[in-house]
């Protein structure tokens, strides 16, 4: 059975009988996986400092004969992200990268700039906090990196860049004149422009983006709806998220 190192970052574990966890990772040069941690409730050695969400570390991976799942050997710990668990919102938002990178890519797809995209958001997260703004910046690559990002300073279908009005249809990549378009729903020009601009911003940067809540609003739902063109299911924590937005006046 063969074997492989990664580096690797956590994004879920759950508990499998009375001492094993099964864990899904994803990892720079594997790409999402889930694997077997025999004992991982109970082994110091193997796997000090944990499995918690979002820690980052080497992943020791052995391959099984016949098993969908892999087994992890040891995962030698880098960083835990231990300021992200001391805020409720730099929480949320970590847990919500990790599960929209695990319902977007696929498995065992290997995706270095995603990795390393997902990395730089966890850093920026505990170092500068949590922000709307840097939030959609991070859809925005991640959609991008993966191909998927949508088309907002100009109609997807003729490339008219001067319409008066666009609708938004993530069917058909995102903005569309009106003359094209054949359903979707009016998207604002700030939400559009906004969109455009967080586009090229970087994590970093973003710490200096400052939305109006109106067309942070406008810019959340555009992107969730391209997301969920995308996947299978609901994010679960959306949910969590829309709570914190609504508690903060629509910030996160």
């Known amino acids: 059975m063969a074997g492989l190192s990664t580096p690797a970052i956590v994004l879920r574990a759950v508990s499998y009988g009375d001492a094993d966890r099964i864990v899904t990772l994803f990892g720079r040069d594997t790409g999402r996986l889930s694997a ?13 400092g944990g499995l918690g969400l979002v820690a980052v570390g080497v992943a020791a991976l052995r391959e099984r004969a016949g098993a969908d799942l892999l087994t992890l050997e040891s995962f030698d710990v880098t960083s835990t992200h231990v300021e992200l668990g001391a805020d409720v919102a730099r929480m949320a938002h970590a847990a919500y990268a990790a599960e929209l990178v695990s319902k977007l890519c696929a498995p065992r797809q290997v995706e270095p700039d995603v990795y390393d995209g997902l990395l730089a958001f966890l850093d920026c997260l505990e170092s500068q906090g949590a922000s709307a703004e840097r939030l959609r910046v991070f859809e925005l690559r991640l959609l991008g990196t993966l191909g998927f990002g949508p088309v907002v300073d100009r109609c997807a279908a003729c490339g008219d860049a001067a319409a ?5 249809d993530p069917d058909r990549g995102g903005a569309l004149c009106t003359a094209c378009a054949r359903g979707g729903r009016p998207i604002t020009s700030e939400a559009r422009r906004a969109l455009g601009h967080l586009a090229t911003v970087s994590l970093a940067a973003a710490a200096h983006e400052s939305l109006p809540p109106d067309v942070n609003r406008d810019c959340r ?12 299911g609901p994010l679960k924590s959306v949910e969590f998220i829309a709570k914190l937005s609504a508690a903060s006046g629509g910030r996160p």
């Open 36 to 48: 077997l941690a025999r004992g991982a409730r109970k082994s110091q050695r193997r796997f000090a």
């Open 164 to 168: 008066i009005a666009y609708r938004w």
């Open 221 to 232: 739902e555009a992107l969730m709806e391209i997301i969920n063109h995308h996947i299978n």
